[in-house]
């Protein structure tokens, strides 16, 4: 009921920047929590950054934090995750995921949380 494209992937090289977009579409009803997760080779799934409606509310792995900013368009319905300072080690398949809850903190950080997914783009950084 509630579809999501990820666009913005490609190949950068190491201190460069990429801005991933989440457009979705369907019955949002405005949305509440939108996260993105990406998936390195050959790793497990693993939490990159959440925000909560309106913007109020941000979250960040640890690995990404101070590089990475999401923020969301209500009006675009897109959400956006912009990574800066880019390393080798950020090369995964990232998806936007959404849910209609508020989930609290540490739900947000579990894919397991979210109802709807994106198929994943892909992010190189070559060194």
């Known amino acids: 009921q509630v579809q999501l494209v990820e666009s913005g992937g490609g190949v950068v090289q190491a201190g460069g920047s990429l801005r991933l977009a989440c457009t979705t579409s369907?019955?949002?009803?405005?949305?509440?929590?939108v996260g993105w997760f990406r998936q390195p080779p050959g790793k497990d799934r693993e939490f990159v950054a959440a925000?909560?409606?309106?913007?109020?509310?941000?979250h960040y792995a640890d690995s990404v934090k101070g590089r990475f900013t999401i923020s969301r368009d209500n009006a675009k319905s897109t959400a956006y995750l912009q990574m800066n300072s880019l390393e080798p080690e950020d090369t995964a398949v990232y998806y936007c995921a959404f849910d209609r809850s508020r989930l609290i903190l540490s739900a947000l950080r579990s894919g397991q949380n979210y109802d709807y997914w994106g198929q994943g783009t892909q992010v190189t950084v070559s060194s």
């Open positions: 925000i909560r409606c309106c913007g109020s509310s941000t």
């Open positions: 369907g019955r949002t009803n405005n949305g509440y929590t």
